[in-house]
């Protein structure tokens, strides 16, 4: 009963859908640095977790312990959300859906997609479930990386596994006339989901840029947990 309290309150319920998260080929969620890309990342792979789904996390910035704290603060934040939930019973919920939760830590020379591909085909000859998300975070979208989108996007493919992407913008670039960042411009028609996060006033506004009828919709968070501001405990 928990995971589904969880899930009913997760803002990715209302803002996207949690049977819509891997319905998705490439997703994406862009801000410029500090808004909260990561942490909205991790609220999609949290509902898949609570939903007894793998989750793949791949990090090109963070360590293996940042990305488990990020996880360790996500989930507490969905918990307060609720108001009163029995500690042990949280605590127990989490280390349960944690074992289904894989934290990849790379830098830029180290990242390679024939990884991630080799890792995923472990699963298919141990015949074990395969992951239904994996967040793929701190890529840089202001370079050249074709070639990797390419090797992604056939990894997506071959193993039915939806991919979604922090992607980082910045203050000073225009939008072209769809409202989309250039990082999202040039590579449209890669992504089936984009969501757009940006500071306005003391909250986060989450515009959804691309994903069939729920385009153009906007929603407000709060920064400091990523829960929506509207949303009464």
Do not use: C
């Not at 940042?66 to 029995?86: A, F, P, Q």
């Not at 298919?124 to 967040?135: D, G, V």
């Not at 390419?150 to 922090?166: H, M, T, V, Y």
């Amino acid at each position: 009963m928990l995971k589904k309290d969880l899930n009913l309150r997760s803002p990715i319920e209302k803002i996207i859908g949690i049977d819509n998260i891997t319905n998705s080929n490439f997703g994406a969620v862009l801000s410029r640095a500090g808004v909260g890309k990561t942490r909205f990342l991790v609220q999609i792979a949290l509902t898949q977790l609570l939903n007894d789904q793998k989750i793949v996390h791949v990090s090109l910035e963070d360590s293996m312990g940042k990305i488990n704290l990020r996880y360790n603060e996500g989930y507490t934040n969905l918990v307060d959300s609720i108001g009163y939930v029995d500690p042990q019973k949280a605590v127990r919920l989490w280390d349960d859906i944690n074992l289904n939760k894989v934290g990849i830590s790379y830098n830029e020379a180290s990242f390679d997609t024939t990884k991630i591909k080799d890792y995923l085909k472990s699963f298919t000859k141990a015949q074990l479930p395969m992951p239904a998300i994996m967040i793929i975070d701190g890529l840089n979208f202001d370079e050249e990386i074709t070639d990797v989108l390419e090797d992604l996007k056939s990894i997506n493919q071959e193993f039915s596994i939806s991919i979604w992407f922090a992607m980082r913008t910045h203050r000073d670039e225009a939008l072209s006339k769809e409202g989309y960042p250039v990082q999202l411009e040039t590579r449209n028609e890669l992504f089936d989901k984009a969501l757009f996060l940006q500071p306005v006033d003391n909250k986060i506004q989450a515009i959804v840029l691309k994903d069939g009828n729920k385009t153009n919709q906007e929603y407000l968070l709060e920064p400091a947990t990523m829960m929506l501001a509207d949303q009464d405990i």
